[in-house]
């Protein structure tokens, strides 16, 4: 009996987070829409550009940056270096030189998330936007991200992170097309579930100076929610960035993200009352989607204890195991049909596992570590 209610619930739980939970949203987004009451406004803006030895790319960053398409005069970017040993501060001066919308802000080594409310203290703009040294935003993104926070139940608004195909095997680009789907689906009928880093905007009064342990991309929207506001997704606000080039170095970006994640639920702090409607999205498309390694654990185990009682707990092992197969010959670059992609979703769904051990382990990380091939 245990066997078979844990076989049955990881089931129907992957199939939900996976595929029902999608098709409900995009269901309730077409049946009872909930739009943005967007205005062509230009608000004073401080952009905050996170840095940690990037001089690599910090130049290439702030060039784009000064080409955006929003009045000059409306428009600080301060550079957060996060305790940068290398020559990020020294580029990041000499074109605050010739260029007084630029400005350096020299952090002590806390994290990301440290030095951006360090930017906050240090600015007065009326809206707060924030970025990535390795990421380049399309000329009007800006100005497409801040129409959504004329809407005063906004609270905050990400735009569309598009990741660069790369030379190696990473799929991330698959998944992330799928990703942002849903997360479209979200914001038309409600509020999304997570953002991304690498462009979003909250009005001042809505930024919320919370423990550096604890990311923007996941905590801020549901905060959001429980201060009585939105967080919406701007899918014309576009950003591009570099994917992973190997899938085995996508794996250590997420198990890292995920220790962050785990923080979150495991603290109770996603769990403070907010709408039922979007309770339910957390716990579909982020409680049960952190969980899948767990659930697929649990899927394969009772599997084993119930291969003996009828022929379909057969078939359904047999799937598990050729699954397996299948992302092992992906990982080997074996050129078979769905291998590679097959290999990624294992990798992304231990990533899961090892995420929570992780954090189990040492917390909740506050440093953030480069990807490789993302530079």
Same mark, same amino acid.
């Given at each position: 009996?245990?066997?078979?209610?844990?076989?049955?619930?990881?089931?129907?739980?992957?199939?939900?987070?996976?595929?029902?939970?999608?098709?409900?949203?995009?269901?309730?987004?077409?049946?009872?829409?909930?739009?943005?009451?967007?205005?062509?406004?230009?608000?004073?803006?401080?952009?905050?550009?996170?840095?940690?030895?990037?001089?690599?790319?910090?130049?290439?960053?702030?060039?784009?940056?000064?080409?955006?398409?929003?009045?000059?005069?409306?428009?600080?970017?301060?550079?957060?270096?996060?305790?940068?040993?290398?020559?990020?501060?020294?580029?990041?001066?000499?074109?605050? /030189?010739?260029?007084?919308? #630029? &400005?350096? %802000?020299?952090? +002590?080594?806390? !994290?990301? $998330?440290?030095? @951006?409310? =360090?930017?906050?203290?240090?600015?007065?703009?009326?809206?707060?936007?924030?970025?990535?040294?390795?990421?380049?935003?399309?000329?009007? /993104?800006?100005?497409?991200? #801040? &129409?959504? %926070?004329?809407? +005063?139940?906004? !609270?905050? $608004?990400?735009? @569309?992170? =598009?990741?660069?195909?790369?030379?190696?095997?990473?799929?991330?680009?698959l998944y992330w097309r799928y990703e942002v789907w849903?997360?479209?689906?979200?914001?038309?009928?409600?509020?999304?579930?997570?953002?991304n880093g690498a462009i979003y905007a909250v009005p001042?009064?809505?930024?919320?100076?919370?423990?550096?342990?604890?990311?923007?991309?996941?905590?801020?929207?549901?905060?959001?929610?429980?201060?009585?506001?939105?967080?919406?997704?701007?899918?014309?606000?576009?950003?591009?960035?570099?994917?992973?080039?190997?899938?085995?170095?996508?794996?250590?970006?997420?198990?890292?993200?995920?220790?962050?994640?785990?923080?979150?639920?495991?603290?109770?702090?996603?769990?403070?009352?907010?709408?039922?409607?979007?309770?339910?999205?957390?716990?579909?498309?982020?409680?049960?989607?952190?969980?899948?390694?767990?659930?697929?654990?649990?899927?394969?185990?009772?599997?084993?204890?119930?291969?003996?009682?009828?022929?379909?707990y057969r078939a359904s092992l047999a799937l598990q195991?050729?699954?397996?197969?299948?992302?092992?010959?992906?990982?080997?670059?074996?050129?078979?049909?769905?291998?590679?992609?097959?290999?990624?979703?294992?990798?992304?769904?231990?990533?899961?596992?090892?995420?929570?051990?992780?954090?189990?382990?040492?917390?909740?990380?506050?440093?953030?570590?480069?990807?490789?091939?993302?530079?």
């Amino acid at each position: 009996m245990i066997a078979r209610t844990a076989f049955w619930g990881a089931l129907g739980a992957l199939a939900w987070t996976h595929v029902g939970y999608p098709a409900f949203m995009a269901l309730l987004a077409r049946a009872r829409p909930r739009p943005v009451s967007k205005g062509d406004v230009t608000p004073t803006v401080a952009l905050v550009v996170s840095a940690h030895n990037e001089e690599a790319v910090i130049r290439r960053r702030l060039e784009n940056l000064l080409e955006l398409e929003y009045p000059a005069e409306r428009v600080e970017i301060v550079v957060a270096s996060d305790g940068s040993s290398d020559r990020t501060d020294e580029i990041v001066e000499e074109i605050a /030189a010739r260029e007084p919308r #630029v &400005r350096l %802000l020299r952090c +002590p080594r806390e !994290g990301k $998330v440290a030095a @951006q409310h =360090r930017a906050v203290r240090e600015t007065e703009s009326e809206v707060l936007a924030f970025t990535d040294a390795n990421t380049s935003w399309r000329s009007d /993104a800006l100005r497409l991200l #801040v &129409r959504n %926070l004329a809407d +005063p139940e906004v !609270g905050y $608004v990400c735009g @569309q992170l =598009r990741l660069e195909s790369s030379e190696g095997e990473n799929l991330e680009g698959l998944y992330w097309r799928y990703e942002v789907w849903v997360r479209e689906q979200e914001s038309r009928a409600s509020s999304i579930t997570a953002g991304n880093g690498a462009i979003y905007a909250v009005p001042r009064d809505a930024y919320v100076e919370d423990d550096p342990r604890f990311g923007h991309d996941f905590g801020f929207p549901y905060l959001m929610e429980q201060r009585g506001r939105r967080a919406v997704y701007e899918p014309a606000a576009v950003a591009v960035e570099r994917a992973a080039s190997e899938t085995e170095d996508e794996y250590g970006r997420k198990v890292r993200t995920i220790a962050r994640v785990w923080g979150h639920i495991l603290t109770g702090r996603v769990f403070r009352p907010v709408r039922p409607l979007y309770a339910v999205q957390l716990f579909s498309h982020r409680i049960l989607r952190y969980s899948s390694g767990l659930l697929h654990l649990a899927l394969l185990l009772s599997n084993l204890a119930l291969v003996g009682r009828a022929p379909f707990y057969r078939a359904s092992l047999a799937l598990q195991v050729a699954g397996l197969a299948l992302a092992g010959a992906g990982k080997a670059r074996v050129p078979i049909p769905g291998a590679r992609l097959a290999f990624y979703y294992v990798a992304v769904t231990w990533a899961t596992l090892a995420g929570l051990v992780r954090y189990l382990r040492s917390g909740t990380p506050q440093m953030w570590e480069k990807a490789k091939g993302t530079r």
